[in-house]
């Protein structure tokens, strides 16, 4: 495995998904409902946009959305997830929502390096998606306001390191299973019918 797949898989949908879950969770148990709503919801949009925007690519070509081929939901994921959850921590020691700006873009630019490594996306495709995940990432953020400050990290941080432990190097299926309804015909055959209105 190289360097660029073992940073990569910490970013899969197998991974992110499940932590980010456990997340929901911890704050729903120590009472921050908010900081839950907030947490859940906004990956959940973060994800469908993802999904929204690689569907576009399919049907309409790279030639009709400005040469995007397959925007990365590793990408995206890290910067909303990762970026996000240690911008609630910045909040909670009194920092400000701003933070998750740069915070959000180091974690998109280092998953998106490591995709550009591994040659399964284009610049475009990482910078598009680093736009996603870091929008999300500070949505999150403002939307959930400052965590309580009897919000127990801990416990949540260490639930976190069980699930990422467990489970990197998971693959998830979700990009395999968009390539083969593209590779299906039927997106070939909606673009055409489109495009001849």
Known sequence: MTIAAFVTD??????????????TVGFAAAGWHRGALAWSGVLACTWVSMLLLKLACLLLG???????HSPSGHTAGAAAAAGGFLGLIVRRRGGDW??????????ATIIGL?????????????????????ASATILVVLAGPPPPKLRLLPIIMALAVVILLLHGSQSTAEAAIKRIAAAGFWDDLRSGLLAR
């Open 10 to 23: 910490f970013a899969d949908q197998a991974v992110l998904i499940p932590s980010a879950i456990a997340i």
């Open 62 to 68: 790279s030639h009709w959305v400005g040469g995007l």
């Open 98 to 107: 701003r933070w998750t700006i740069p915070i959000s873009a180091g974690f």
């Open 114 to 134: 490591s995709r550009l490594a591994l040659h399964v996306h284009t610049r475009l495709d990482v910078l598009a998606a680093g736009v996603v995940g870091v």
